[in-house]
């Protein structure tokens, strides 16, 4: 599977739950060691061999325009929200004019992650991408260990990759970390507006095509103030 070249980057949220440090400037502009968040993701997406990253923006858009404005890898292009935000559905399907046709990564701006195995977190999940029987393949990790992640986990792994949604269920063992591989026009039949990629993915895990694969390495969710503290120590190795 060659490696996607282009990236989305979801940065338009409000960031309501990191206020304070969200009252003047957007989420992806908090830093986690000295790093903003959004700049975190970035490099591991050049990392990975992307070349491209659409960025949506929204609060405080031209705080975070200005501040990728200089960045060389990858290049960077803009979806504009300013006007409505659209959450991850309808960003994706905004974007789509601006991702091209080919696979891409979609990327969350509220996680940070290290590597701990032989293989870079990329690898696994696009060996398992496969676009003829999946709609979306997503990066998952354990939620023993994790930082900043108090829920109680999101899907169920079956041992080929397939992804099931923790239902009824007290709770699962793996959480979606914040990054999958997805086809850019997967959205395109979402509604209008604002809408969520959730119902998407539950569709898609009913009929057998979402499937996942785990993180090895550590995560960090910096959802907010204290987790942005944890992960910094983490960093430090604290």
Known sequence: M???K????LA???????????????KALVEVGGRALIDHVLDRLAEAGVTTAVVNVH??????????????TPRILISDEREELLETGGGL???????????????????????????PWAAELI??????????????????????????????LADDGHLTFRGEAPSAPYA??????????????????????SPLWRASAAAGRLYGCVL????????????RDEAEARLAGE
């Open 2 to 4: 060659t490696v996607p």
């Open 6 to 9: 282009t990236a989305m980057v």
């Open 12 to 26: 338009a949220g409000l960031g309501t739950r990191m206020r304070p440090l969200t009252d003047d400037r957007p």
């Open 59 to 72: 609060w405080f858009a031209d705080r975070l325009v200005n501040h990728l404005f200089d960045r060389q």
């Open 93 to 119: 399907k905004k974007a789509h004019p601006l991702l091209g046709d080919e696979p891409v990564f979609v990327a969350n701006i509220d996680s940070v992650w290290m590597d701990r195995g032989d293989l």
């Open 127 to 156: 060996r398992l991408w496969d676009p003829v029987k999946m709609d979306a393949c997503l990066l998952l990790a354990t939620r023993e260990g994790a930082i900043g992640f108090e829920g109680d986990g999101d899907f169920f």
């Open 176 to 197: 979606y970390m914040g990054v999958h591989i997805t086809r850019p026009d997967y959205a395109d039949g979402g509604p209008d507006g604002p809408f969520s990629l």
């Open 216 to 227: 090895d390495g550590d995560w960090m969710h910096v959802g907010d103030p204290q987790a």
